[in-house]
């Protein structure tokens, strides 16, 4: 399997499992706000017809006869009730509705019982398939032929007279019973309508959970593959720069074993062949090693207070000898001032070193190179100028990138392993230091090390 599948497989292992858990958290959400929601209005409901009963029965109560055959008075309390047996002519005037505290007829019914559940008087509203007895349940819920549900409350009604009646606790002591119903017609409208928004409103949600959660997930993967690709173009590059000096070295160690004992010097020449590539063997191994240490931060050895003014002092005086042999100028440009970060030092000095021979190799014969150090508020600027080749903006963007060269012929004349820069900017970041790159081709270039000052003495 390729990389490109092994990838393509993995974001969509991550997608998937990305949308199907947006899917169980927005199922459940969903879920639970429809409740929610039911719930809420279910109990506004039954808040509203319990307000209604009792402002009836507030409002009814001092009115109600102690007799048993109220008929009369009843016609007189609630003018728009039919009464039991008899024929329903009720036409009361808008002010009569309004007498009994219930204004919209077509939702709300109202029934009226005595004390022994025989039914007095009634709404014309009502569902034809009620019973003519009482249910005393407080709260009731049923469904008619035609398909439309009822909620309707129960409660006692008691009579001016029966109060008096202070130590009677039994059913005998209430004058009655007062149901108030509605019909539950448009409560289950509204709540087909919350439940078709969740059907429709889920899948698209979902839809475009997935359609995220493919387009998040590329997001996700797209380093992971890219440094999965900048590791395998390590390892061939890596491999390639063992090759070579492998190779030559094959080839010498086979020479020399054809050539005549008696022909020494021929072998001297060879052996140095040997020890030249064996020693660009062991440079190339030991900076990869101390790449992936300052990738890895292996080290625990704790940073210092380091003297730049020294450091760049130092290297320059170092780089002197080799400066002179290529014929170029080296300077540097040093404060009177000491400077100081804080960091490791040797690897501070190699990091430097690595921008002064870099310029070095790139300068023609007769050219300059300028080291300089400048404290700029709380930062110090290294610079490492140089009148060389230059380099391309196309190239600016990848020479911090291993193995990578401008110039890979002169490079390779040179003894370069192309790991230099990569390790100076490792060990940039890991000081949180800044490294950057000015040039132009046939001008020359401009390294600037921006670094944190932590001390600094005149």
Not at 37 to 44: N, P
Not at 135 to 154: D, E, K, L, M, V
Not at 311 to 336: G, H, K, M, R, W
């Amino acid at each position: 399997m390729n990389s490109y599948s092994l990838f393509r497989r993995s974001r969509l292992r991550l997608a998937l499992w990305y949308a199907g858990v947006m899917g169980v958290i927005l199922s459940v959400s969903g879920l639970g706000m429809y409740r929610a929601m039911v719930q809420t209005k279910w109990a506004g409901m039954e808040r509203e017809i319990e307000s209604i009963a009792g402002t009836l029965h507030d409002s009814v109560e001092p009115l109600l006869p102690p007799s048993e055959e109220p008929t009369a008075v009843l016609q007189q309390i609630f003018p728009d009730l039919c009464l039991s047996e008899q024929p329903c002519k009720a036409t009361p005037t808008l002010i009569q509705r309004h007498t009994i505290g219930i204004s919209d007829r077509t939702t709300y019914y109202i029934r009226l019982f005595n004390h022994q559940g025989k039914l007095l008087a009634f709404s014309p509203n009502q569902p034809l398939s009620l019973p003519p007895t009482l249910n005393r349940t407080s709260w009731q819920t049923f469904r008619t032929a035609n398909g439309i549900r009822y909620h309707q409350f129960t409660t006692i009604l008691h009579s001016a007279n029966t109060h008096t009646l202070a130590n009677e606790a039994n059913a005998d002591s209430s004058w009655g019973y007062l149901q108030i119903g509605r019909t539950l017609e448009h409560f289950d409208a509204e709540i087909r309508r919350i439940q078709w928004i969740i059907a429709i409103g889920l899948p698209i949600a979902l839809s475009l959970v997935a359609t995220s959660s493919w387009w998040l997930s590329g997001l996700a993967m797209q380093p992971i593959y890219h440094s999965y690709q900048q590791q395998q173009q390590f390892t061939a590059n890596a491999a390639h720069e063992l090759r070579s000096p492998l190779a030559s070295l094959l080839a010498t160690v086979e020479a020399i074993l054809r050539i005549p004992q008696s022909n020494q010097q021929d072998i001297q020449i060879m052996l140095h062949t040997v020890e030249r590539q064996g020693r660009r063997l062991s440079h190339l191994i030991a900076d990869l090693l101390l790449l992936t240490s300052l990738e890895q931060n292996s080290s625990s050895k704790p940073f210092q207070p380091c003297c730049l003014n020294d450091l760049v002092s130092d290297l320059t005086e170092e780089f002197l000898e080799l400066a002179t042999a290529a014929d170029i100028n080296l300077t540097c440009q040093i404060p009177t001032c000491e400077i100081y970060a804080l960091g490791n030092e040797s690897q501070l000095y190699r990091l430097v070193s690595n921008l002064i021979a870099n310029a070095i190799q790139y300068t023609p014969r007769g050219g300059y190179v300028t080291v300089s150090l400048v404290r700029s508020d709380y930062t110090a600027v290294i610079a490492v100028k140089d009148t060389g080749i230059g380099i391309g903006l196309a190239d600016q963007e990848r020479i911090f990138d291993r193995f990578y060269r401008v110039d890979s012929n002169r490079s390779r004349k040179n003894g370069g392993t192309g790991l230099g820069l990569a390790i100076a900017v490792a060990i940039a970041q890991k000081h949180q230091a800044h490294l950057k790159v000015e040039s132009q081709v046939g001008i020359g270039s401009i390294f600037t090390l921006e670094v944190k000052i932590v001390l600094s003495n005149t």
